[in-house]
């Protein structure tokens, strides 16, 4: 497992070479495909503006789930896909995807009644061929109670417990671009593209701007994929200038995090807003529990949109009817954020502004120049719209549908025999039982190479945050094999400091700068700069506005 080519030969590589397809955006999607294109022995080039992850694949609920939710709504097809896919994930990346049980109360005068939701239930199961985890379970208003004491009882009728999947979006956004650069890729982040390269009027690659170092290259690709989600229509611009309807809509969902001892509660919840009736979940996530999501309509910039005060309120109320002895308040909250769901702008029916029943199914369309543009989909989901991308991206090539390998490929890390068996042995070398479970949940099956830095310096065991499991030498892996050049890359997609400390993991960041600062050629001004663009990275992603937005 060597580590991936230095920027410096792989910024080389894209001014020099000519790609079969050149991948524009690193969400999970785009990286994704790029690993699909590699695996089926494409020459591929992936850019990404920002950092892997940076956008949507960063900010979601963190599950991988067959969407329940759906069903209301008639997506019978895509619950089906989600399903199916939900259980590969948990073969093929057992460290990044697991297990989760999920409490459904049901209250008197509730929009979905007993029997509706044991009927949903049950579809759900078969929709999974019932190859879930474990079959969903009705629960009589005594067991609810049982299972949950924290949850409020009065009116309560009984409920259900079944099961979809935990996730973590960044890693698993990084895991497939680690593994397109491993199948040969040419990967490459916080490098956007400028302008297309069109002759004849078709696209033929791009102008790339290296916004590390400010260098620009031309690209030169036989097939360009767009896949930078909620930016979609700017590439769309660059290739259609004077204009064109607009191919996304915006759906914004807010989370929170707060203090998982606050509700004290073991499984997840999924409940209806008392505020609104719309779905939304109460997620375990270590000593945090998630409360999300909001989804509204936003024509919010991506790159800006963030929580507003009046989401947080949501959040927090809608909440409480469900826990009243948490009495959760503003201060409560730890981290806040928000994030773009990039609905394909066709899917909406009814209400324009109703996102919640806009369709997820994703649409792969092609520009007049011949730029393949993949939009809508979900998190769950990523693998399928991959698979279809390369299989577009070979009819644009005149070549013969292959295979795509990612259906029965573990992704990287993810070739585990026996999970319990890497926490047992994790824990045994670590000794610290917190670290342990999140090196093995990070990494898989690499977590001792990551360890074994420890053993070379014995300053990177220590902690990069008081109180949580993230270590030094994760900083020094990062920058040699997880493509890691800035604080943000590190502190907020890689490792979820940022979510999980009160400044933001502003006080981690100087912890991180004196193990990356040496690796990455930092100076003294340098290492004082990056501080200053990180503070404003988590005040950009983490800030609360004060109105909506």
Do not use: C
Not at 177 to 190: F, I, M, T
Request: avoid cysteine.
């Amino acid at each position: 497992m060597p580590p991936p080519p230095s920027r410096a030969a792989r910024l080389r590589a894209l001014a020099t070479e000519t790609f079969d397809v050149l991948i524009i955006g690193g969400g999970v999607t785009g990286a994704g495909s790029a690993r699909d294109a590699a695996l089926r022995g494409l020459k591929v080039a992936l850019v990404e503006r920002d950092d892997f992850a940076s956008g949507t694949s960063s900010r979601s609920s963190r599950l991988i789930h067959g969407g329940l939710r759906y069903l209301e709504h008639g997506h019978l097809g895509l619950v089906f896909e989600s399903s199916i896919e939900r259980q590969r994930l948990l073969r093929l990346a057992p460290h990044l995807v697991r297990p989760l049980a999920f409490i459904w109360p049901v209250y008197a005068g509730a929009r979905v009644p007993r029997w509706k939701l044991n009927a949903g239930l049950m579809l759900y199961d078969a929709l999974s061929l019932f190859r879930n985890v474990k079959g969903y379970r009705r629960l009589n208003a005594r067991q609810v109670h049982a299972a949950e004491p924290g949850l409020r009882t009065d009116h309560l009728k009984g409920g259900a417990r079944y099961y979809d999947a935990a996730t973590d979006d960044a890693r698993l956004t990084l895991a497939n671009a680690v593994g397109a650069s491993e199948a040969g890729a040419v990967v490459l982040n916080h490098a956007s593209v400028k302008a297309l390269v069109l002759e004849q009027g078709h696209a033929h690659g791009a102008t790339v701007v290296d916004h590390l170092t400010g260098e620009e290259v031309t690209v030169r690709a036989r097939v360009l994929v767009n896949a930078t989600g909620p930016w979609s229509d700017e590439i769309r611009r660059l290739d259609a200038p004077n204009g064109t309807s607009p191919a996304v809509r915006g759906s914004k969902g807010v989370h929170l995090a707060v203090p998982r001892e606050r509700i004290n509660h073991r499984d997840a919840f999924t409940l209806l807003s008392p505020k609104d009736g719309r779905v939304m979940f109460v997620l375990p996530a270590d000593n945090f529990t998630i409360i999300g999501t909001t989804e509204t309509s936003t024509r919010a910039h991506p790159a800006e949109v963030r929580a507003s005060e009046s989401d947080v309120a949501y959040l927090l109320e809608s909440a409480n009817a469900f826990f009243p002895e948490a009495r959760l308040t503003r201060a409560d909250v730890v981290s806040a954020w928000a994030g773009i769901r990039p609905l394909v702008a066709s899917g909406y029916h009814g209400s324009q502004d109703d996102a919640g029943s806009a369709s997820r199914e994703h649409a792969i369309d092609v520009s007049p120049s011949g730029v393949l543009a993949i939009s809508g989909g979900k998190l769950t989901t990523y693998r399928v719209m991959a698979r279809d991308v390369v299989d577009a991206v070979e009819r644009r090539l005149g070549q013969p549908r292959r295979r795509s390998p990612t259906d029965v490929l573990p992704l990287p890390g993810g070739d585990i025999r026996a999970l319990d068996a890497e926490f047992a042995a994790a824990r045994a070398e670590v000794g610290d039982d917190a670290t342990a479970v999140h090196l093995v949940r990070a990494y898989g099956s690499r977590w001792r190479r990551v360890w074994a830095l420890t053993r070379e310096d014995a300053a990177l065991s220590r902690p990069l945050a008081e109180g949580l499991p993230y270590r030094a030498a994760e900083a020094a892996w990062g920058v040699t094999h997880e493509l890691v050049h800035t604080l943000s890359d590190l502190l907020i997609r890689r490792l979820k400091v940022a979510f999980e400390t009160r400044d933001q993991g502003q006080a981690a960041a100087r912890v991180a700068a004196e193990v990356m600062a040496p690796r990455l050629g930092w100076d003294a001004a340098e290492t004082q700069r990056q501080l200053g663009v990180y503070a404003a990275d988590a005040l950009r992603l983490f800030g609360v506005d004060p109105a909506e937005a």
